[in-house]
């Protein structure tokens, strides 16, 4: 089992910058890839970034050249900077990573954390 918590949300201004954290716990050794989704009221869940245990990071071409994805592998944590921040990245973001659940590979997801983009 993996769990993830995320923090580091709240309310910043149009074009303000946030960084929020994930920490993995459990059975960190078995996750192969790490990354954030949001989703914000009437929207589907989507893909932000991902970063693999290689190093290798995909964005969501809305974000592309505003938000990085970085990982510490030492404190098993993986960062969202955000930067250049617009309304409609309003949004809960979650962190999401594959791991061994004792049957097999599944997704993990955390419980999520708020991002409010003012204008």
């Known amino acids: 089992q993996v769990q993830l918590v995320e923090s580091g949300g709240g309310l910043v201004q149009a074009g303000g910058s946030l960084r929020i954290s994930c920490v993995a716990s459990g059975n960190i050794g078995t996750i192969n890839y790490m990354g954030w989704y949001r989703q914000a009221p009437g929207k589907q869940r989507e893909l932000v970034a991902r970063i693999t245990n290689g190093g290798s990071t995909n964005y969501a071409d809305s974000v592309k050249g505003r938000f990085t994805i970085s990982r510490d592998n030492a404190k098993n944590t993986v960062f969202l900077q955000m930067n250049s921040l617009k309304p409609e990245d309003t949004a809960a973001y979650y962190c999401?990573?594959?791991?061994?659940?004792?049957?097999?590979?599944?997704?993990?997801w955390g419980q999520g954390t708020q991002v409010t983009v003012s204008s």
């Open positions: 999401n990573s594959d791991g061994w659940s004792g049957a097999g590979y599944k997704n993990y």
